[in-house]
């Protein structure tokens, strides 16, 4: 017996296996979309470099993707307090510990770190060359010399603050001082453009390309020791946060492979990041 298809029902058969196509097509993306999580971070880390290494090598690990959102770390723990991100990758430890005392991320993990580095003027008219980030700082206070501070909330920011404090409460940081409300970038841009002194992490320096006549002027302080952690948002807070693959991302980045990884990231030859998880 031969079924004979009219135009009108083949029409309809066409219709109907195109959207059948459509709906396995949606179901493929959004289960490829399901495989990704929000990770709020640092310009540090991001302008660094880093990331564009690290997260390929996770991803060919678990088949989860990682979608970088890079601001101040002040911000990105504030991303995490509003459920806004997945996991923190950020560098403020009392801000880190504080977050998750709070119950908005589940628990801090320590997974690598390098320093902050005091940049300037190769001709450093503030005469700031040396090993102690007090003794810099009021000599830039006292000669009233160009500082660009972040200005921003981020970890060096934070970091920066905690040195002036430690001046004494009130201390001045000079006529020069001016805050930029910008990134790593920007602000080493700007002191650059005006021979400026700046603090910054040593990982954005090193990939820094427009340094002009800037040169690190004081390093070795053990103030200037610069740790990074990395948490899980906390889903008892928000029900919404990718908590498998989040953790997924903690558990590979504290392993020794994530470890390694992060140990091999080098610029002309120089390891920006250090690895030290569970330390």
Same mark, same amino acid.
């Given at each position: 017996m031969t079924w004979n298809q009219s135009p009108a029902s083949s029409t309809s058969m066409g219709r109907r296996v195109t959207l059948l196509a459509l709906l396995c097509s949606a179901g493929f993306v959004a289960g490829a979309q399901a495989q990704s999580i929000v990770m709020a971070s640092t310009t540090s880390t991001e302008q660094s470099g880093l990331f564009p290494y690290l997260l390929p090598e996770f991803k060919k690990a678990t088949g989860v993707d990682v979608k970088v959102v890079a601001v101040g770390t002040g911000q990105a723990i504030d991303m995490g307090r509003r459920g806004d991100a997945d996991v923190l990758f950020v560098h403020d430890q009392v801000a880190e510990e504080?977050?998750?005392?709070? #119950?908005? %991320?589940v628990k801090r993990f320590a997974v690598m770190y390098n320093d902050f580095v005091l940049i300037g003027p190769v001709a450093d008219p503030a005469k700031l060359k040396g090993n102690t980030i007090a003794e810099a700082l009021k000599k830039v206070a006292a000669s009233n010399a160009g500082f660009i501070s972040r200005g921003d909330k981020s970890g060096t920011? %934070?970091?920066?603050?905690? &040195?002036?404090?430690? !001046?004494?409460?009130?201390?001045?940081?000079?006529? #020069?001082?001016?805050?930029?409300?910008? #990134?790593?970038?920007?602000?080493?841009?700007?002191?650059?453009?005006?021979? *400026?002194?700046?603090? %910054?992490?040593?990982?954005?320096?090193?990939? &820094?390309?427009n340094r002009a006549d800037l040169a690190v002027l004081v390093e070795g302080?053990? %103030? !200037? &020791?610069?740790?990074y952690g990395v948490m899980v948002v906390n889903p008892a807070k928000h029900p919404h946060v990718?908590?498998?693959?989040?953790?997924? &991302?903690?558990?590979?980045?504290?392993?020794? *492979? #994530?470890q390694g990884v992060i140990a091999s990231y080098k610029i002309d030859g120089q390891q920006l990041f250090f690895p030290n998880a569970g330390k």
């Open positions: 504080k977050v998750v005392a709070e #119950g908005f %991320a920011h %934070a970091a920066e603050l905690r &040195f002036w404090k430690a !001046l004494g409460e009130g201390a001045s940081k000079g006529a #020069g001082y001016k805050e930029c409300g910008c #990134g790593m970038g920007p602000a080493l841009n700007m002191a650059a453009s005006t021979g *400026a002194y700046v603090l %910054a992490d040593r990982g954005t320096w090193l990939s &820094f390309k302080d053990k %103030a !200037l &020791f610069n740790q990718k908590v498998a693959d989040a953790q997924k &991302f903690v558990d590979w980045v504290i392993s020794p *492979a #994530g």
